[in-house]
Each structure stands twice: as structure tokens, then as C-alpha cells.
């Protein structure tokens, strides 16, 4: 059960674009479409992002955007905002019938 | 509104135990598969444990195993975690929350657990 591999810090500029990586193995992320991405702010608890890879939930802006390629899933951020500053894990469904996170990446909104 | 409300963290010594709560409300609970996910100071989520809607089934990440059993009492609508044989290493921030088809979709907003002598 080791944890997905997430950097651990991005940053951009209001307006630009930052991609946030995850990856796992083909026993997680590879082996299933069952990734999801979370947003937490300080002291507060994680909200969901987006899930099953690339949707997302009613209220989520569509600037947000997940994807995933073999053993990685990726999440998209355009139209940075300073409201965006947070840190961002990604989840995913194991073959042992277990979940695993990322170790968390810290957005920072330059 | 649906929501989750974490109880029962607190300071406990080395080798002690403790019994987490988390009460849900506005959703149909014996439906929906929950979680435990903790988070240590300063790091990332942790997935703990997770049970069915009808209790049927659990599953427990390797670290806590043996030591930590979840339950439910879907009459009360609420989750539990018994923790046991605590070490220093669990002391974190432990959420509940709901699965819904695969991924969690809603969390409480915590509670404190810390170990020490």
C-alpha cells in the first residue's frame, strides 16, 4: 500500500495553467478508472474535485480537469485563480480492494 | 444538508485506546459504503479503513490492522472506529466520509487524535 507520487509543489500565475501529476502502478491508477482528486485548504476538510478519472461534481467549475494515462493520472488547472492556492491529492482504487492517496501537492498562486 | 460530524479524538497514552464517532445526517447512511482517513500533522490523507452499507464487509489498511475495527449502527446512523494499541504514528486528524460509487464524496470536518505519553 504505498502512496501514489505526487510533487510536491506547483506554482503559478493568475490566469496561466498548472498540471498536477500522480502516479501509481498498475495494481491502482493503471488498473482501474477509479481516480479521484481532492482539494483541501488549511485547516479545513478535503473537498472533491473530480472523480472516475475526469468527471466532476455539480458545483466544481470546469476549470478543473482530470485525465490519465497508463500508471498516471494527471489534474488540470486553468484560469488559475488566487482562490485555487491549496493543496491538491489525488485517490485511487487498489486491486487489493483498498484506496490509496498521494502524498499531496501544494498550489501555490504566485 | 448532508453531513458528517467527527467525534471522540483526544490525548491517549502509548498503548491506549480510543472510540471515534462520526454522526450522518440528510442521506439515506445504510446505503453508502464510509471511509476513515487520517491525516498527521503537516502531511497527506491516509486512507484508514472503510465498511459496507449493511456492515457485511470492512477492509483495513495494512498499518492499522489487527489494531483499529470499524463498525456501524445504521439505526443511528453512525460510524464508528475503535482504536486500539495506539502509537505515536497514529496521532493525526482522522475524517469520515461517504463513498459513493468509488470515490468520497463527502467528508467530515475531523477530529484530533494524539497520542503521547
Not at chain 2, 498499518?63 to 456501524?72: A, H, L, M, Q
Amino acid at each position: 500500500q504505498s502512496a501514489l507520487t505526487q510533487p510536491a509543489s506547483v506554482s503559478g500565475s493568475p490566469g496561466q495553467s498548472i498540471t498536477i501529476s500522480c502516479t501509481g502502478t498498475s495494481s491502482d491508477i493503471g488498473g482501474y478508472n477509479y481516480v479521484s482528486w481532492y482539494q483541501q485548504h488549511p485547516g479545513k476538510a478535503p473537498k472533491l474535485l473530480v472523480y472516475d478519472v475526469s468527471n466532476r461534481p455539480s458545483g466544481v467549475p470546469d476549470r478543473f480537469s482530470g485525465s490519465k494515462s497508463g500508471n498516471t493520472a494527471s489534474l488540470t488547472i486553468s484560469g488559475l485563480q488566487a482562490e485555487d492556492e491549496a493543496d491538491y491529492c489525488c485517490s485511487a482504487y487498489t486491486s487489493s480492494s483498498t484506496w490509496v492517496f498521494g502524498g499531496g501537492t501544494k498550489l501555490t498562486v504566485l | 444538508e448532508v453531513q458528517l460530524v467527527e467525534s471522540g479524538g483526544g490525548i491517549v497514552q502509548p498503548g491506549g485506546s480510543l472510540r471515534l464517532s462520526c454522526a450522518a445526517s440528510g442521506f439515506a447512511f445504510s446505503s453508502y459504503w464510509m471511509h476513515w482517513v487520517r491525516q498527521a500533522p503537516g502531511k497527506g490523507l491516509v486512507w484508514v479503513s472503510c465498511m459496507s452499507g449493511d456492515g457485511s464487509n470492512r477492509r483495513y489498511a495494512d498499518s492499522v490492522k489487527g489494531r483499529f475495527t470499524i463498525s456501524r449502527d445504521n439505526a443511528k446512523n453512525t460510524l464508528y472506529l475503535q482504536m486500539n494499541s495506539l502509537r505515536a504514528e497514529d496521532t493525526a486528524v482522522y475524517y469520515c466520509s461517504r463513498d459513493t460509487v468509488m470515490h468520497m464524496d463527502v467528508w467530515g470536518q475531523g477530529t484530533t487524535v494524539t497520542v503521547s505519553s
